[in-house]
Nanobody, 123 residues
Framework: VQLQASGGGLVQAGVSLTLSCAASGGSVRRYTIGWFRQAPGTEREFVAA???????KYTDSAKGRFTISRDNAKNTVYLQMNSLKPEDTAVYYC??????????????????WGQGTQVTVSS
């Protein structure tokens, strides 16, 4: 499967932004799709995941502000980000895995990665 992340941009704190992860060469319903982000000088970290069965998982900083969803018809997974903060500034990546749900937060278990999309939140 190939993944294409898009939707990043430069926004002010407090606004919303929705990232898209469009898949080709395979159905998103067969994978767990995860969103990760990497800020300058830091390691890439887990943000959210949407499991093939419909389960969702979020990192603590995303809970209550971010929503991950899947559109089967468009073969796309979305990450809606509300109330953005400057600390959300990072390159956001989507990735796919067939690993068991319990490993969904671990990037080493993801086999397929899209290119990143930059999100910059100004204060």
């Amino acid at each position: 499967v190939q993944l294409q992340a898009s939707g990043g941009g430069l926004v002010q704190a407090g606004v919303s932004l929705t990232l898209s992860c469009a898949a080709s060469g395979g159905s998103v319903r067969r994978y767990t799709i995860g969103w990760f982000r990497q800020a300058p000088g830091t390691e890439r970290e887990f943000v959210a995941a949407f499991g093939w069965s419909g389960n969702t998982k979020y990192t603590d900083s995303a809970k209550g502000r971010f929503t991950i969803s899947r559109d089967n018809a468009k073969n796309t997974v979305y990450l809606q980000m509300n109330s953005l903060k400057p600390e959300d500034t990072a390159v956001y990546y989507c990735a796919a895995t067939t690993v068991v749900w319990g490993r969904a937060t671990e990037e080493n278990y993801y086999n397929y990665w899209g290119q990143g999309t930059q999100v910059t939140v100004s204060s």
